[in-house]
């Protein structure tokens, strides 16, 4: 057991004070605080130019840009418009110079009809407002024609109340799946990251030792099984704390930005009201990722003498997170979908995709903990033939980049 621990301690620490780790956690910390604090940011660079937008504007009928400029003040809008004394062709070029960013011609007669001239064609939340305000302006003109009294034109324009109602008892109520739609969308996100990242890193790794000739001192003292194992539960731990890292981060982030999870991007995300649950099925599930993929990642690595022969044989395993992922996403939308269900229950898929079935949906105890025991099922089978394969694998050099090696793998471990 001692020698596990020595390895264990060996993996977590090479590992922990590498430049790439630390500089990815420092990126990743300070990402956190950038989003954060995105819409300060941007405030802070745009100083007094939110408070009064000047536009120039060439009223071709005379008689549109005072009505205009009163619907964008009904609107709080920061733009303020100006009849310019120059002609199109002497705006034109003012714009394409850099002398100004844009104008705006107001042609037609009973009904408005414009033009916002750019340097670009791509959206601008300027011209949006011009729209709205002209689109208001224009509906108000052709009420005024046919004689619509206030409350007509509002009955015309009032939305049409419609609710959602689900009878399937799995299913959430519209309101509960906006609360818990984006907190699932983001843990997906770090479940996916955390099978991809810390699974290769072990193969590297494992191929790594081979490729120097440390694999061969190390196995001297210590069997190959328990150095595979020592291998996943170190670089695991290291995973697990660069996760508490980064959710601590996160939160001091939010709490960085003055934002009480309920306003902006926070509220259509849906972070304001989330089940603890959500939260304990996350870790859970990003665990059972990680030991099924970590134990894969280290079979295939044992495979190989060569660090750049890693990535090739990781291909088969790269698919299957890929393919979970696709299907995960595909039913944040739709999560009582039948393929989804159906793949809930797949072990390399169920990571991802049982996580958002009991993050969206009131689904039965019994369905995530049947999942969770296929998933323990695998690990165990898969821990078992993995120990076979690495038993072998380790003692194999030269150019080994196809999957058929594994039966010469677990030939040379059972003759050891």
């Known amino acids: 057991m001692y020698s596990f621990w020595i390895i264990f301690k060996q993996a977590f620490k090479t590992k922990a004070m590498t430049k790439s780790f630390m500089i990815t956690t420092l990126v990743v910390v300070a990402s956190f605080f950038l989003l954060a604090n995105l819409p300060s940011i941007i405030e802070s660079f745009d100083g007094d130019d939110n408070s009064q937008q000047t536009l120039q504007v060439v009223d071709v009928t005379g008689q549109y840009t005072e009505a205009l400029q009163a619907q964008l003040d009904q609107q709080d809008s920061a733009i303020q418009l100006e009849?310019?004394?120059?002609?199109?062709?002497?705006?034109?070029?003012?714009?394409?110079?850099?002398?100004?960013?844009?104008f705006l011609i107001i042609e037609?007669?009973?009904?408005?009809?414009?033009?916002?001239?750019?340097?670009?064609?791509?959206?601008?939340?300027?011209?949006?407002?011009?729209?709205?305000?002209?689109?208001?302006?224009?509906?108000?003109?052709?009420?005024?024609?046919?004689?619509?009294?206030?409350?007509?034109?509002?009955?015309?324009?009032?939305?049409?109340?419609?609710?959602?109602?689900?009878?399937?008892?799995?299913?959430?109520?519209?309101?509960?799946?906006?609360?818990?739609?984006?907190?699932?969308?983001?843990?997906?996100?770090?479940?996916y990251i955390a099978v991809i990242y810390y699974p290769n890193m072990i193969a590297m790794e494992v191929a790594n030792e081979k490729?120097?000739?440390?694999?061969?001192?190390?196995?001297?003292?210590?069997?190959?099984?328990k150095h595979m194992f020592a291998k996943i539960a170190g670089i695991g731990s290291l995973g697990i704390l660069q996760m508490m890292i980064f959710a601590l981060a996160g939160y001091l982030a939010i709490q960085s930005s003055g934002s009480d999870l309920t306003e902006g991007v926070f509220s259509v995300m849906g972070f304001s009201e989330v089940k603890f649950s959500t939260f304990f099925y996350a870790i859970l599930f990003f665990l059972l990722g990680y030991f099924l993929y970590a134990v894969?990642?280290?079979?295939?690595?044992?495979?190989?003498?060569?660090?750049?022969?890693?990535?090739?044989?990781?291909?088969p395993m790269m698919i299957l997170i890929i393919i979970a992922s696709f299907i995960?996403?595909?039913?944040?939308?739709?999560?009582?979908a039948g393929y989804v269900t159906v793949a809930s229950y797949i072990p390399f898929f169920a990571p991802?995709?049982?996580?958002?079935?009991?993050g969206l949906l009131d689904i039965p105890l019994w369905e995530p903990l049947l999942s969770i025991a296929i998933m323990l099922l695998t690990?165990?089978?898969?821990?078992?033939?993995?120990?076979?394969?690495y038993r072998g694998g380790v003692l194999m050099y030269g150019s080994s980049q196809s999957l058929k090696d594994i039966r010469r793998a677990i030939k040379l471990g059972n003759e050891k």
């Open 296 to 315: 894969l990642a280290a079979l295939l690595g044992s495979l190989v003498s060569r660090t750049e022969d890693v990535q090739q044989l990781m291909l």
């Open 328 to 336: 995960a996403f595909s039913g944040i939308s739709m999560p009582e």
């Open 83 to 102: 009849v310019s004394a120059l002609s199109e062709e002497q705006l034109r070029s003012d714009v394409e110079a850099g002398e100004m960013d844009a």
């Open 108 to 191: 037609g007669g009973d009904e408005i009809t414009a033009r916002y001239v750019a340097e670009s064609a791509t959206e601008s939340a300027q011209a949006a407002e011009l729209e709205n305000a002209l689109q208001s302006l224009q509906t108000a003109r052709v009420a005024e024609q046919l004689e619509l009294e206030e409350t007509e034109l509002a009955q015309l324009f009032a939305p049409v109340e419609m609710e959602r109602e689900a009878l399937a008892e799995s299913s959430k109520s519209q309101e509960e799946l906006s609360q818990a739609r984006g907190l699932v969308y983001i843990l997906i996100m770090v479940i």
């Open 211 to 225: 490729s120097s000739r440390v694999m061969e001192i190390l196995i001297s003292s210590v069997s190959p099984v």
């Open 379 to 389: 690990i165990g089978l898969l821990g078992w033939f993995g120990a076979r394969v």
């Open 352 to 358: 991802l995709v049982m996580f958002l079935r009991v």
